[in-house]
């Protein structure tokens, strides 16, 4: 999946409806007063609401970070882990959007 796929997933999780106009800008009309934009890959605090919304849980080991949720009622196991590859910011933000991508899948 690609980073647009997996923000719409996640947005799909988060019951944003996102209207996209490109990989880099996603436009929300979560707020029909307004639009925002949005983008938990790039964003620590759209990831940071996505991942509470989400009730996901959030480890970090040495190198990687691991993101889960352990209460669901999905065919799918919902965790991600990604490598911190230098930037553990970045790493925390995919894994967070990967997991949420799982829910908005299987919704």
Known sequence: MNDKQLTEMAAKA???????????????????????????????????????TLKLTIDHGYDMVFVNLTTHSFDEAVEAQE???????????????????IIGRNI
Do not use: C, M, Q
């Open 83 to 101: 490598s911190y590859n230098g930037d553990e910011f970045a790493a925390t933000r995919r894994a967070i959007v990967r997991a949420a991508a």
């Open 14 to 52: 988060s019951f944003y409806s996102i209207r996209s106009k490109s990989l880099a800008d996603f436009n929300s009309n979560a707020n029909p007063k307004r639009d925002i934009t949005w983008n938990p890959l790039k964003n620590d605090g759209d990831a940071h609401r996505l991942a509470v």
